[in-house]
Each structure stands twice: as C-alpha cells, then as structure tokens.
C-alpha cells in the first residue's frame, strides 16, 4: 500500500483556464475527501465522497468545481475558468470508514497567474 | 457553526524544553479527535485519535489527550526534527467530516 496518491504534485496555470487533480485513495478505502489549504491556514473542506456517491459540498464552493468518484476508485478535481484566488493546496485524503482516522496525499499545488 | 480553535498560533522552544498545544472544540457530535503534523509543503500526516473524554495516546515525545471542551498535544523534551504545524481536527456533524484548526507552528532551536 503507497499511500493516497494526488497527481500532478504542481500546476501553474493561466486564469481563465481549466484544471483537473486526479487523486488514489488508498485500496479499500470507502471515503475519500477533498480539502483545500491557504498559506498559514488548516485545511478546509470542499467535499466528500462514500464510494461513488457524492454526499457532501461545501457552501464555499462555486459552481466552477465539480468531483468526481467514478466507480468509486479514484477522484477527480476540476475547477473551471481558474481565479487567482483558485491559488492553494489541494489536498486528498482517504479513510477505511466514516469514524477512522483519515490519511492524506502531498497535495496538488496550484497556482493561478 | 461547528469549530475547532488551536493556540498558540506559533510556539518557539528551546531543545528540551516541554510544552503543550492546544485544541479547543464546539463540534456537534464529535466522534473523534484527530492530530496531525504537516512539514512544509506536504500534507498532514497523522499522529493520534482520541475519542472520549479522559483518553490519552503517546507516540515518543508527543502525548495527547481530550477532555469535553479541549485536547493537548504535549511535547516533552522537544528535538529539533520536531518542528512543524501541528493540526487538530474534530469529527462530528451528520457527515462526519474533519474540521480543521488553524494549526501551531512549532519551532525547535537546537
């Protein structure tokens, strides 16, 4: 078992433009969350997935995110015509169930010239 | 609103010097406290799980403990290879999702 997986490590990108993270929970790992994290601040929620199922967003979250849990293996992440305000951690993470303990990725840096 | 208060904000300590973290909450129905390290530029990495009150779990130099209102993160003889953000986070909600505080930001100086 290597972890939970998020690809690309790094993302420069122009606004305006489209972007896609992709992350691998770990094998067997029913949850899968989506966090985003700002310099100084701790990880914020975005949302949250119970194998395929979609169960929660965040409020915070525009209509320029969508996730996806297809067949629920692995995630994705897109956010649509990018901000600069867009510029943060995202962060992955996976749990067994929704009472243990929760382990993250390295996280996809983004950054929005 | 459910929320998860960490001090202090930063923590600067000499090598072994003891001190304790810590992590207010106002989580509706928590099920589980969680600490996690973050080094610079990665994610958090877990530490410990508490779940009810009175409960401690030690990992070398960190103990951890939880009563209803607050958990500590104590660090006793502090290394250097210590220095990081510390992140408490509570479980609880109709979802179970983790709320985060904002971290500590602990340094050690040799």
């Known amino acids: 078992d290597t972890g939970v997986s998020q690809d690309p490590r790094h993302k420069i990108t122009k606004r305006g433009q489209n972007v896609t993270f992709r992350c691998d929970p770990i094998?067997?790992?029913?949850?899968l969350y989506w966090y985003r994290q700002t310099l100084g601040q701790g990880p914020e929620f975005l949302t949250y997935?119970?194998?395929?199922?979609?169960?929660?967003k965040s409020r915070l979250l525009s209509d320029r995110f969508s996730a996806e849990r297809p067949k629920g293996s692995f995630s994705t992440l897109e956010i649509q015509r990018t901000e600069q305000g867009d510029s943060a951690m995202y962060l992955c993470a996976s749990s067994q169930t929704e009472y243990t303990e929760a382990f993250f990725g390295q996280g996809t840096r983004l950054t929005v010239v | 609103e459910d929320q998860v208060t960490q001090s202090p904000e930063a923590l600067r300590l000499q090598e072994g010097e003891s001190s304790s973290l810590n992590c207010s909450y106002t989580v509706s129905g928590l099920r589980g406290l969680f600490w996690y390290r973050q080094d610079p530029g990665k994610g958090p990495e877990f530490l410990f799980t508490l779940y009810s009150a009175g409960e401690e779990k030690e990992k070398e130099r960190l103990k951890a403990t939880l009563t209803k209102k607050e958990s500590f993160l104590h660090i006793t003889a502090p290394k250097p290879e210590d220095s990081a953000t510390y992140l408490c986070?509570?479980?609880?909600?109709?979802?179970?999702?983790?709320?985060f505080g904002t971290g500590t930001l602990l340094a050690v100086q040799p």
């Open positions: 997935f119970q194998n395929e199922a979609q169960l929660e």
């Open positions: 094998s067997e790992h029913n949850r």
């Open positions: 986070a509570g479980r609880g909600g109709a979802t179970n999702k983790l709320i």
